[in-house]
């Protein structure tokens, strides 16, 4: 059986679910600044920084599946 949510419940689940995907895509452009960053500096040895890239990508699905429960 399912439970009906009120409005206001969906609302802050859909805004919820914005603001995740805003931030991992945030996090998905800064682990890709970093690495561009490390990458054209003039050294040996550059970081690929994959954390942010993994954990921003994490957030985008987070908030996609809670944007669509609050729709």
């Known amino acids: 059986m399912q439970v009906?949510?009120?409005t206001?419940?969906?609302s802050a689940l859909a805004s919820?679910?914005?603001?995740?995907?805003?931030?991992?895509?945030?996090?998905?452009a800064a682990g890709i600044g970093i690495t561009v960053c490390t990458y054209a500096a003039d050294i040996p040895v550059y970081v690929v920084a994959?954390?942010?890239i993994v954990?921003?990508?994490?957030?985008?699905i987070?908030?996609?599946?809670?944007?669509?429960?609050g729709r």
């Open 50 to 52: 994959w954390g942010p």
């Open 4 to 6: 009906q949510q009120s």
């Open 62 to 69: 987070r908030g996609v599946i809670n944007l669509g429960r």
């Open 16 to 28: 919820k679910g914005q603001r995740e995907i805003v931030f991992g895509l945030i996090w998905i």
């Open 55 to 60: 954990w921003g990508v994490v957030q985008v």
């Open 8 to 10: 206001e419940a969906k």
